[in-house]
């Protein structure tokens, strides 16, 4: 009998498949499988062994996990780049619309009909497309109460849909210094606490949400994503509403005025 592969690598793809080879028994065995299915089979186990990590809380004693956060100012246009990708409609309203840490886990489902849920305070609760945005300002409310304060206890929203990118992200509340009508007066400290403690481990990735309207040195969110990423390194930038920007996005997104990736 053969023995196991011993080596594999990728030799070329074509537009639907991927191209392997492993040696076995000195012979050299060609393969083509589907690039869904070879990503499915090998990076869906492990980001599903994250999330059942995360859902532990092991990052409390000290575990830290790669994880997308998602920070900007408020108004940046978050929601608008957190929909696009999962392809739901989320709170709209105004002041913060985000007052806990939502964990958005995606997953593409070959089904043509979604399956969505939320899980917080150890239940779990179905809804649909057409319900999630009231769904989460229900759940939201139990955690961090009814009024406009925060919480920093996280509400996960699985999202199970044809078509969407196998991610995991965590969107925070949107960055703002002045407490409105509701609010406690120490607002902005407890949002920069929040955004701090899931941006600050190496593990994290930084994904800034900008508006092309304001000018980027003076965004609380960069200012924070510099204070634990000087270099830029782990920071991704993506700019909103660029209909509205005036003349020289270009110049104004590519400018060395802070250490950012583009997108």
Known sequence: MGSSPTALEIIGYEEDSLALVHEEDDEKIESH?????????????????????????????????????VVGDQSSGKSSVLESLAGINLPRGQGICTRVPLVMRLQHHPSPTPELFLEFSGKIVAT?????????????????????????????????????????????????????????????????GIIMEYIRPEESIILNVLSATVDFPTCESIRMSRQVDKTGERTLAVVTKSDKAPEGLLEKVTADDVNIGQD
């Open 33 to 69: 499988v589907p690039l869904v299915s070879s990503y499915n089979d090998h990076i869906r186990p492990l980001l599903d062994a994250v999330d059942k990590l995360r859902h532990l809380n092991v990052t409390k004693e000290g575990i830290q996990l790669p994880t997308i956060v």
């Open 128 to 192: 649909d497309e057409a319900h999630v945005a009231d769904a989460i300002n229900i759940a939201t409310d139990e955690i961090a109460g009814d009024g406009k304060g925060i919480s920093n206890t996280p509400l996960t929203l699985v999202v199970k849909k044809k078509g969407v990118p196998d991610l995991t992200m965590v969107d925070l509340p949107g960055i703002t210094r002045v407490p409105v009508h509701g609010q406690p007066e120490d607002i902005y400290e407890q949002i920069a």
